[in-house]
């Protein structure tokens, strides 16, 4: 991984004007890409991912959005660029995944013309050769029998074999970046294994970036190199996936770590829960926007915002500012959140 | 697909059929509906009732009598009218429908292309003041009664500016068969379908406006742009694609409805000799043969164009089609 970062993200911030207030969906966000990486980004719902990947994409097409901060794409600003500069991009440089198969295809078309209309819009592809791709395309994902099944419609298909028209259709063009958008968050369990593997070997494959958004941290760990850690609208932790899973140093993190059910574990009596709710994005808590449902918050956390930054040994940013003595001291007596 | 267009074939059938039982017994066996005395004259006695009963077969059971009256009217087609016993009902009517016909589907198309541009625009341009510009101007269309917007349009084109170079071009009331005359054909209706197609073009610029906007949000059409098409292509290809769904089901209710008998008032206002205005003379002296005759045939160009609708909504929409 030489050179500059394939997609960088320098200081993005989204907010929202709405009748009751500004609502800060994206707050400062900063993160790169390398190629032929996968880049989890977790948090729960309203922790402002969706929004990044759409900023991203350029898809917030809302009239009321603001945005500030660049995000630069093999050394170009996609924020500056026009809406017909980006049909360039989208599509063709960087695709995207969305969470419902069952919703994200178009109902009236076949499914091998919705890949065709995508490879005919950027590779200035014959329909007899895009038709070719297509086919070869629906193999690669796991579709059986593509030949039969291109020209059916989407409603034929079964949630699963819908993401993998998805997957078959970003990868059309042979994207740079993939942006997964929760590929799995409709699918049912074995689906879900099904799929992501199917994203990680054509990841490999196609030696494109995948930008994996997600809730689940399960997922993360399973596929993704390095991941950030999204609380109302910021990372609050970022680094290298073993690193941060071994050694895990805020305590939201600490948190959906310790709300996961695991096999390899004795059982404990509950699932531990972070108690509360997220902030409202129109106002934010002073300081630390965690604070109000972090159990190891002090004096500090109310009067100052924690930057991103290299806190802690293992070298992975964080944005807690607890010191890491502290951190492993708090850790270790609370016995769910290990 | 195609024991789908038969299966709704066969419906359409049964569908006729139920509407010549139900009409037949509205308009002979209604108590206090006695077609024998509205023949007989004025204070007839019961002989003369008994005679013209037995005459017009009015005294046999009520099956016969059905059994005869769809005879007459399908398979003889001699029908003759109560009120002028030389007029045959059926070649009436179907002398009435191409003008009926020239009329609605003039409107049809008008109604159609011009609504569709609206929605569209105004649909584009939310946010804009041109969308509620758009939009009352299609609710104006909606308010305005099709009778009143008739005779307007005849003040001004007939009378009041006739004799002005706008409208001299304009011929009088009536109507030329376009086999005769197209361009005369043309002149004769080019009014008539403008003022028809009002009503019908501020509703399906609003149906079509909120239809745009509703399925604008869904998944798919983001799917779209996140392919990297084009706002055009999203547009007519996605958007419109998905929103025209219930358009086509709307229009061939109302082209139905109008072939029908429904363009009615605009036949009477402007004098064109169709199903509507033959309907109209004959709702005013009871005559009714002619209006059981006009309303079946109604009710089969509605089913019919029910029947297309369906057929076009399964085309339109893979997902209604049988598996």
Redesign the interface.
């Known amino acids: 991984m030489s050179g500059a970062p394939l997609l960088e993200v320098r200081d993005l911030s989204v907010s929202f004007r709405t009748q009751d207030g500004t609502v800060h969906a994206v707050d400062g966000v900063s993160f790169t890409v390398n190629r032929g990486e996968v880049l989890g980004i977790v948090g729960e719902s309203g922790s402002g991912k969706s929004v990044t990947a759409m900023t991203l ?1 350029r ?1 917030v097409l809302d ?1 009321n959005a603001v945005f500030s901060g660049e995000v630069l794409f093999k050394g170009r600003d996609l924020m500056q660029l026009s ?1 017909g500069d ?7 440089q960087i ?2 995944i ?1 969470q ?1 198969p069952m ?6 078309y076949r499914v091998g013309w919705q890949i065709d ?2 490879l005919r ?2 590779e200035g592809l014959s329909a007899k050769q895009a038709r070719r791709r297509t086919l070869e395309l629906l193999g690669a994902v796991g579709i059986p029998n593509p030949e039969a099944r291109i020209d059916d ?1 989407p ?1 034929q298909f079964s949630g699963g074999m819908r993401q993998r028209v ?1 997957i078959a ?1 970003g990868l059309s063009c042979n994207p740079d970046v993939l942006i997964a958008d929760e590929p799995t968050t409709a699918l049912d369990v074995t689906i879900q294994a099904q799929i992501l593997e199917l994203i990680g070997n054509l990841q490999r494959e196609f030696d494109s970036a995948v930008v994996l958004i997600t809730h689940d941290l399960g997922v993360v760990a399973e596929v993704a190199d390095r991941v950030a850690v999204m609380y109302a609208g910021r990372i609050v932790e970022y680094g290298e996936v073993g690193e941060l899973f071994r050694g895990p140093q805020h305590p939201y993190t600490w948190g959906l770590l310790g709300s996961i059910s695991r096999l390899d574990r004795p059982r404990q009596r509950r699932l531990a829960a972070i108690s509360g709710q997220p902030p409202s994005l129109i106002s934010l808590p002073a300081g630390c926007s965690f604070r109000p449902r972090c159990p190891f918050a002090f004096d500090r956390c109310r009067a100052e915002r924690p930057a991103l930054e290299a806190r802690s040994r293992s070298g992975h940013l964080d944005a807690c500012l607890l010191s890491p003595d502290q951190k492993q001291a708090r850790r270790a007596a609370t016995p769910e959140a290990s | 697909m195609l024991t789908f267009v038969i299966r709704r074939m066969i419906a359409t059938v049964f569908v006729v059929f139920t509407i010549t039982v139900l009409v037949f017994l509205i308009f002979f066996h209604t108590p206090g509906v006695d077609p024998a005395r509205k023949l007989a004259g004025r204070n007839p006695s019961p002989e003369t009732i008994k005679a013209i009963k037995h005459q017009y077969g009015l005294d046999r059971p009520l099956p016969v009598q059905y059994v005869i009256l769809m005879e007459k009217l399908f398979i003889t087609r001699d029908l003759t009218s109560y009120s002028n016993q030389g007029q045959k009902v059926v070649p009436e009517i179907v002398a009435a429908t191409p003008v009926t016909l020239s009329l609605v589907l003039g409107a049809a198309v008008i109604w159609v292309v011009v609504s569709i541009i609206m929605g569209v625009a105004a649909a584009v341009l939310r946010g804009t003041i041109f969308d509620p510009m758009l939009m009352v101007l299609a609710l104006i269309g909606i308010s305005m009664p099709v009778f009143w917007l008739g005779e307007m349009a005849n003040l001004i084109t007939q009378d009041r500016y006739h004799d002005t170079f706008l409208f001299s071009w304009v011929p009088p009331l009536g109507y030329t068969p376009l086999t005769q005359d197209p361009v005369m054909w043309f002149k004769h209706l080019v009014i008539p379908w403008l003022v028809l197609s009002v009503l019908y073009i501020g509703l399906y610029a609003r149906v079509l406006r909120a239809d745009l906007l509703e399925t604008e949000n869904e998944d798919y059409v983001r799917t779209a742009r996140a392919k990297g098409l084009s706002e055009r292509r999203v547009l007519l290809r996605h958007t419109l694609r998905t929103s025209m769904i219930s358009f086509v089901s709307l229009f061939g209710l109302d082209f139905g409805v109008l072939v029908g008998g429904g363009a009615l008032l605009v036949e009477v206002v402007f004098g064109l000799p169709g199903v509507g205005l033959l309907t109209y003379q004959s709702l005013i002296s009871l005559d009714l043969p002619v209006i059981m005759a006009t309303v079946i045939y109604g009710a089969i160009f509605i089913v019919i164009a029910n029947a297309v609708v369906d057929v076009g909504y399964a085309w339109l929409d893979p997902r209604v089609r049988p598996a």
């Open positions: 994409m898809l009239q809406q980006m049909l360039q991009v989208r599509g063709k695709s995207m969305f419902d919703t994200s295809l178009n109902p009236v209309e995508q819009a950027h419609y409603h998805m259709m």
